[in-house]
């Protein structure tokens, strides 16, 4: 059969919608106190999130098939995503824009690179018609579609400083909610994230399962540290360049395409476009999401403005017994 009648195609629409009602139900919950009843958590294969964003999993899991070419940039929330995205596109764009005609320019990075649980149909156009196989995920590694590791796709990770990631998503899920530090206290997500209940955590588990990943296959998976890349920029976007199959030649190494690329992807320019300050990521949705969210602070350090000294010693204590053995530094 080539098609399905509008007849079938609604039938099958309502025994997915039903199969995944079940499967929501059969999910462990949390309503997250932090957002005062607004929020439910679930816990699917051992990484909490938003019943949105698991649903689009869910269908990804069962319907998408990679292809080889395709790259996935992979992170957990607020690690450095939007910067990595746009490095990305920018890296592989380079022959169709420069930094004065990219989409970067008019559109933020998360429209550029589009999340797998979230738009599915524009990841199969692009597999159509773009010739840009760039894709994104928040997924833990263990729940990524089986396609993609079948198809022996390159996966970049990136990860940060764990105080950090706390204080910026917490910033972003408050934002989102339009409420206020009284009405969302942190200490509250604190202690939610520390047990594991935030999007896409526990995000220790997200860390390793990425890791442990790379130390199997190197050659396709990157591993970035977000400090690391602040501080020696130019290293490591030559390196994710190569990594990805889009090496600098000589000729553009000389005339400073790397320098272009890290000008046009940085906060700095990023978050002082006008599409980043007055514009909106998906607003037909319910909950759109205005685009000068992701562009907070991108600084390091900014934890020491929200933390306890009991926190602090809580959140050492758990990333020295998480990460005990393996090398990973996020501090």
């Not at 909106?280 to 600084?299: C, L, T, V």
């Amino acid at each position: 059969m080539n098609h399905l009648t509008p007849e079938l195609a609604e039938n099958l629409l309502t025994i997915f919608i039903s199969a995944m009602e079940d499967i929501f139900n059969s999910l462990p919950q949390k309503s997250s106190c932090w957002l005062k009843g607004k929020g439910i958590m679930y816990k699917y294969q051992g990484f909490w999130n938003i019943k949105d964003f698991l649903e689009g999993a869910i269908l990804a899991q069962q319907i998408f098939k990679a292809q080889p070419s395709d790259v996935l940039v992979s992170s957990c929330p607020k690690t450095g995503t939007t910067w990595l995205k746009a490095l990305v596109f920018a890296i592989v764009t380079r022959d169709k824009f420069d930094e004065s005609t990219s989409p970067l320019l008019t559109s933020v990075p998360h429209e550029c690179i589009p999340f797998l649980e979230k738009d599915l149909e524009q990841i199969q156009d692009n597999h159509k018609n773009s010739g840009i196989p760039l894709i994104a995920t928040h997924l833990a590694y263990t729940s990524l579609p089986k396609s993609l590791i079948a198809a022996n796709c390159k996966i970049v990770y990136i990860y940060r400083n764990v105080k950090d990631v706390i204080v910026s998503h917490y910033h972003f899920r408050r934002q989102i909610q339009k409420l206020s530090m009284e009405d969302a206290p942190f200490e509250e997500f604190f202690y939610d994230f520390c047990q594991g209940i935030s999007c896409c955590g526990p995000y220790w588990d997200h860390i390793l399962g990425y890791w442990k990943a790379s130390q199997e296959r190197p050659e396709r998976i990157l591993f970035l540290k977000y400090e690391d890349m602040k501080r020696d920029a130019r290293n490591d976007v030559k390196m994710l360049a190569e990594f990805i199959g889009y090496p600098f030649t000589i000729e553009e190494e000389k005339a400073g395409t790397i320098e272009n690329i890290i000008k046009l992807c940085s906060f700095e320019n990023l978050s002082n476009l006008e599409v980043n300050k007055s514009g909106k990521h998906r607003p037909e949705e319910p909950i759109s999401i205005e685009n000068r969210i992701y562009f907070r602070k991108a600084k390091d350090g900014d934890w020491e403005n929200y933390f306890t000294e009991e926190m602090k010693e809580k959140v050492d204590k758990l990333t020295h017994e998480q990460l005990r053995g393996t090398g990973l530094v996020l501090k």
